[in-house]
């Protein structure tokens, strides 16, 4: 019988006792009959185990509350081994079934440095480390980042932060600033100053908070007592990493368990002047100067959302595209992003790649020459200050050992999907990889935090709750923002049939548009329903203003399988963008017009 005591510190520490005071501990309730099962499994193998009964405890909610707090799991049984948290009854069965569970209370088991190392101090990998620290995990982070070909590097996470997400909404914004003024004189705003944008201000604005974002990455990992080595990590062996910190200095480390999360970088053309002269959305955002007149080459969502606020920040500014726009979206979509940035100063050459670049002038920025053949041959050449290679990118998995433990990789470098139930397994067991690695799967932060919080729990016993791949919001900031979530209408029709899919759609114009005189059908909502399944919504996508926020919210909706008439039912905020999609009623089916009447129109 535990001493009753109500103060939660004096339960922390007698739960520490518990468990630092026995090889096996377990934390359990006498009715339970999966502690039952593991009791018995105990008593089969003849193990000299403590128990408590939570149940006969006067205290024992107070203890189970103490206990998800320490271990972060709120069920029983809850077993310790040797100060470890091992988990419950089937993390339990696990270890038994793979000949772990005697060794390991024995003493014999391998003494590893660390319980996890994370590789990559991205979004994904900080998540991951995080978590399994707060589950009692020994853990360590390894990051390190590789300078581009121009020089740039950056700090402590990953790509989100330094050169992605963080400074491009940020830039997006300063871009929305300026639409804003042109529309504030419809308004009754009079201002007469000369309207001109500083780059280097909003640069090192963007930069200092970037440095302020790392910073505090650094205090939180110290604070979760996890290891931050900022470091190369290669494997030399199956549970053993060389770590080469940037002064060469090289140091081994092992564990017993590994997440793979280094990320992925851009990709560039093998054509001469690629690396020597252009840069990528790597150097973009930190770039010491205004890139002047400028050529994104790729349609990727980097391209358009970058092309799109330099030429709203006063750039010249053109994409060069070879085939379609924002591959992996829905088409229809992508085309209606590209044709409103082409009406408001973005130019496009489509069908055409470049052939080669060179520098025809020094100077910050200087000048370039892109020479490029169009696909029926023809050959253009320009000059351009600053080109941009937003084609693509490739995963991390080079040069880091993955050959030397057998990890299995596809053709592009990507982790090889080995089960559909557990995609962030590798072919080696203890092994895994989340985030931008894994194959086929979506390249976006929130979803590589959340699967490397769930993997985390996982391998920590906590629980065994999957990453959910398919319900997944995401927007395109372009200067006409691209919200999706689920399916596309291609790839619902491939997937379901045409038949078995209906689409409702509008074009619409907010209300903030009609005074500022802008353009009447730039904006659409669409709703692709599945109609074997009452309709049920699978996928979601506008083009217009906040569709970011928007979309967030109808996430949610769609992860509880909500249908059309959820939708229907639903009472919209007026007047919103957001209203539209409780009354979208023309189906593509029928060839209506969808465009727009009424008091937003």
Sequence with gaps: MAP??????????????????????????????????????????????????????????????????????RTVPNIYIR??????????????????????????????????????????????AKEAANLGLKVALLDFVTPTPQGTTWNLGGTCVN?????????????????????????????????????????????????????????????????????????????????????????????????LATGMRPRYLDIPGAKEYAITSDDLFSLPYAPGKTLCIGASYVSLECAGFLTSLGMDVTVMVRSILLRGFDQQMAELVGD??????????????PTKIERIEEGTPGKLRVYAKTTDGQEIVDDFNTVLFAIGRDPCTKEIGLDKVGLNLNKNGFVSLQNEKEPEA?????????????????????????????????????????????????????PLEYGCIGYSEEAAIQKFGEDNIEVFHSTFRPLEWSVADREKSACYAKLVCHIPDKNRVIGFHIVGINAGEITQGYAVAMRVGATKEDFDATIGIHPTCSEKFTTLDITKRSGLDTEEAGCGG
């Design 4 to 73: 009753v005591t109500t103060d939660h510190s004096d339960i922390d520490k007698l739960i520490t006792e518990y468990i630092s005071g026995n090889v096996v501990m377990m934390f359990s309730k006498s009715h339970c009959p999966f502690c039952k099962k593991i009791k018995q499994l105990f008593e089969t193998l003849n193990v000299t185990y403590k128990v408590l009964d939570l149940d006969l405890e006067e205290n024992g909610p107070t203890i189970q509350q103490v206990l998800l707090n320490k271990s972060g799991q």
């Design 83 to 128: 100060g470890k948290h091992i988990g419950g009854c089937d993390a339990t069965l696990k270890l038994n079934e793979e000949n772990k569970l005697l060794p390991l209370i024995a003493g014999d088991a391998e003494a590893y440095d660390y319980d996890l190392v994370v590789i990559g101090g991205g979004s994904g990998g900080l998540a991951a």
């Design 163 to 259: 050169v992605g997400c963080i400074p491009k909404k940020l830039m997006h914004q300063a871009a929305l600033l300026r639409h804003s003024m042109d529309d504030a004189r419809k308004y009754g705003w009079n201002f007469d100053e000369k309207i001109e944008h500083d780059w280097d201000t909003m640069k090192d604005a963007i930069q200092a908070h970037i440095g302020s974002i790392s910073f505090s990455f650094r205090v939180e990992l110290r604070t979760k007592s996890v290891t931050y080595l900022n470091a190369y990590g290669e494997f030399v062996d199956q549970h053993k990493l060389k770590t080469t910190n940037k002064r060469g200095k090289v140091t081994e480390i092992t564990s017993e368990k590994f997440i």
């Design 340 to 353: 409103y940035m082409q009406n408001h100063g973005t130019k496009f050459i489509r069908g055409a790649v």
């Design 426 to 478: 590798t072919n080696i067991p203890h092994i895994y990889a989340c985030g931008d690695l894994l194959e086929d799967k979506l390249e976006l932060t929130p979803l590589a935090v959340q699967a490397g919080k769930l993997l985390a729990r996982r391998l920590a016993g906590s629980n065994d709750v999957q990453c959910d791949y398919v319900n997944v919001p995401t927007t395109v900031f372009t």
